[in-house]
């Protein structure tokens, strides 16, 4: 009879397969989490895309003028991207974002927040806002503050960019515009607040890449006015951004946080900025 036996495994080896096991874990977790946000970058890249398509739409539409943002509706009408928002502010006024003219050729709000971002629950249920998602930059598009029309320094309209395939349309932001200066004169022109002395704070305190506000590999997806969309480093982004040596636009105090929760985006100036060269990507030429 075979008097073998069956041996268990002793406690050295049993710690040496658990710390194998552990080992592996922590080199394939990382792995793991970056190929989910990899996706989620795809999934945003397809949101802000479809977005720009939609622009691009609907300026085919409407005599090539571009949307505005926070046009006035009667009291009572609702927030059109969430009618049920409970808020007095979105039952109100100003409340036809840009999002809304969008949502005839998208037909989908989803699409309309990025998947790395966690929404605004508050602004979303009271006021009918969709935050942390994206941006229209009003510079180039233009605005409208209830009643009273902000147009753009380029015009508003398709024909006033230069250089389509470079300067964006919408880009990944807390607030639902772009941060902004505006000529408080009466003639209310926007431009844009591009100083890179802003943009660098939020994007990269301290030297690093702050992931809540570029969270996709440390980057940020923008769509562009032709209609196209991509990623974009928060280096390469930032050396498009203008200094204040070469974009003086006449502020008393540098703001540093563009992509703020609190507060507005619009930042008076007293006369309009000059620019040392051209920065396509603000529709600075």
């Not at 808020?87 to 109100?92: I, M, S, V």
Request: one cysteine or more; hydrophobic letters at 40%; a neutral charge.
């Amino acid at each position: 009879m075979d008097q073998r036996r069956r041996q268990a495994f002793t406690l050295i080896e049993l710690l040496v397969v658990i710390a194998i096991i552990a080992i592996l874990a922590a080199i394939l977790f990382p792995v793991f989490a970056q190929a989910r946000e990899k996706a989620r970058q795809v999934s945003c890249l397809s949101n802000i895309k479809q977005l720009g398509t939609a622009i691009y739409m609907y300026v085919q539409d409407y005599d090539e003028m571009y949307p505005h943002a926070d046009y006035s509706l009667p009291a009572g009408s609702g927030s059109p991207l969430n009618p049920s928002a409970s808020g007095t502010f979105a039952t109100r006024v100003n409340h036809y974002k840009w999002e809304s003219w969008l949502l005839p050729y998208v037909k989908n709000v989803q699409i309309m927040q990025c998947p790395s971002r966690q929404k605004d629950a508050e602004a979303w249920a009271v006021n009918g806002e969709l935050k942390n998602a994206y941006a229209l930059n009003l510079s180039i598009t233009g605005a409208s503050n209830g009643l009273q029309d902000r147009p753009s320094f380029l015009g508003g309209s398709l024909s006033g960019v230069q250089t389509v395939a470079e300067t964006f349309l919408i880009q990944e932001l807390y607030n639902q515009v772009t941060y902004n200066y505006l000529i408080n004169n009466g003639s209310n022109v926007l431009y844009p607040a591009a100083l890179r002395e802003s943009w660098e704070p939020y994007l990269k305190p301290s030297g690093t890449t702050d992931r809540r506000n570029a969270p996709h590999n440390e980057g940020l997806n923008l769509s562009f006015a032709d209609g196209h969309a991509k990623w974009m480093h928060v280096n390469n982004f930032l050396s498009q951004c203008p200094t204040a040596a070469q974009y003086n636009a006449c502020i008393v105090t540098l703001r540093t946080n563009p992509g703020s929760g609190s507060g507005v985006n619009t930042f008076y100036i007293t006369a309009p900025p000059a620019w040392t060269a051209k920065f396509n990507l603000w529709g600075l030429y």
